[in-house]
């Protein structure tokens, strides 16, 4: 009973540092518009920004699993929720546009520290890692409910500056809470050095295994969307639809209610009735959302919308468990981060390409491509199963 209560802090404690490396991110999202209008740039060029975020998050996948393989998990994790405080702070004072984009690169290193870690955490004290997943990861949907109608509270009374600061506030805290309840985690290696760790052979044999590089397609298709969505759904609803910035905030943070609701339901799915089915529901689903946002502005039409959208986007809870399928209790640590890196380096590019899709051809247009992306997902899917590749 003991190690179960403890097994359930950790996942507890872990999903509250997602939560905070989480509103790091998306407290950048709602003040878009207003950033953009300050520092006088384009939706291009602070999607530019936004993907430098994406992208230093998705490289601090692979070393941050040689980390916890040398030093433990509890350390890494901890060293990312500070520093997630530490650099949400600093934007806040960015004088230039130059100054806010490194700052948006170095929040987005130290956020990623987290979620590989912290998975491969998980996946050594469960048996469901699906479910375990799913839990884990609605530390993000929190975060998004939460969030923006914070930042949009606090933008409209003191501005975008301290509103932007929001996450250096509960980082302080959870950084206690995980010190004090979590025990020190014991390394897989630490006497090789970070340099031994890392075999390019071995890596790239990984990457390479016909299972992980499916299962990798289809993540690089999901995150994409998942990345641009998370950038740009509330200037969407705002530029698009018309809808106030509160409104728009709001149906953002339902958008993440839904999608940490329904997320643990993907994971039991997964872990029941295959990856690939539950995966195969969240694209069709976000399929159908993304139709609907383009083609309807009213209130129930976008409800809607949202509501099939936050259902595709738990996607993680199946696609993940799929990768940790393919590899071996040996191989999840840096492996995983490897793996995780790879396709996330490939989907960090959400952020720009659509808004320069936006900026070119309009949100309608840049939205649709976004569904494009998902169906083929599903074809890749349906192409394995009628194939029988078994990937």
Same mark, same amino acid.
């Given at each position: ?54 992208? /230093?998050?998705? *490289? &601090? ?6 980390? !916890?393989? @040398? %030093? =433990?998990? $509890?350390?890494? +994790?901890? #060293? ?62 929190? /975060?998004?409910? *939460? &969030? ?6 606090? !933008?409209? @009374? %003191? =501005?975008? $500056?301290?509103? +932007?600061? #929001? ?62 969505? /998370?950038?740009? *759904? ?82 993680? /809870? ?74």
């Amino acid at each position: 009973m003991r190690n179960r209560r403890y097994r359930d802090t950790v996942l507890a404690l872990c999903t509250l540092a997602f939560f905070v490396t989480m509103v790091g991110r998306l407290a950048i999202s709602p003040v878009v518009p207003t950033v953009t209008a300050e520092f006088g740039v384009s939706n291009a060029v602070i999607g530019t920004a936004l993907s430098g975020m994406w992208l /230093a998050y998705a *490289l &601090t996948q692979f070393p941050s699993g040689i980390l !916890a393989d @040398r %030093y =433990g998990e $509890r350390l890494v +994790i901890l #060293v990312s929720v500070g520093g997630t405080g530490l650099v949400s702070l600093g934007l806040a004072f960015s004088p230039h546009f130059a100054v806010f984009l490194v700052g948006t690169v170095l929040l987005g290193g130290a956020a990623g520290l987290h979620y590989s870690v912290a998975t491969t955490f998980l996946t050594r004290i469960y048996d469901d890692v699906g479910t375990a997943v799913g839990i884990h990861n609605g530390g993000a949907p929190v /975060a998004g409910l *939460l &969030t923006p109608v914070a930042v949009a509270w606090v !933008a409209a @009374r %003191y =501005g975008w $500056r301290p509103a +932007i600061a #929001v996450g250096a506030f509960i980082a302080v805290p959870t950084f206690v809470l995980f010190a004090r309840y979590v025990r020190p985690t014991e390394p897989r290696k630490p006497d090789r050095s970070m340099r031994e760790q890392i075999d390019p052979g071995a890596l790239l044999d990984i990457v390479t295994r016909p299972s992980i590089v499916f299962s990798s397609a289809i993540a690089i298709l999901a995150d994409f969307t998942w990345q641009a969505l /998370a950038s740009f *759904l509330p200037t969407f609803l705002i530029e698009h639809h018309g809808h106030s910035t509160a409104l728009a905030s709001t149906f953002f943070a339902a958008y993440f209610v839904v999608q940490g609701v329904l997320q643990i339901g993907v994971g039991a799915l997964s872990d029941r009735y295959g990856r690939d089915l539950a995966t195969g529901v969240c694209l069709l689903s976000g399929i159908g959302g993304i139709g609907v946002l383009v083609g309807g502005s009213g209130l129930l039409a976008v409800s809607a919308g949202i509501l099939l959208l936050g259902l595709s986007m738990g996607w993680g /809870a199946a696609v993940i468990p799929r990768v940790m399928d393919h590899l071996t209790a040996e191989e999840r640590g840096t492996a995983f981060g490897f793996v995780r890196t790879a396709y996330m380096i490939v989907a960090s590019t959400g952020s720009i390409v659509v808004g320069l899709f936006a900026d070119r051809f309009g949100w309608g247009t840049s939205f649709l491509l976004l569904g494009g992306l998902m169906a083929l997902g599903v074809a890749l899917l349906v192409g394995n199963r009628v194939l029988g590749a078994d990937l």
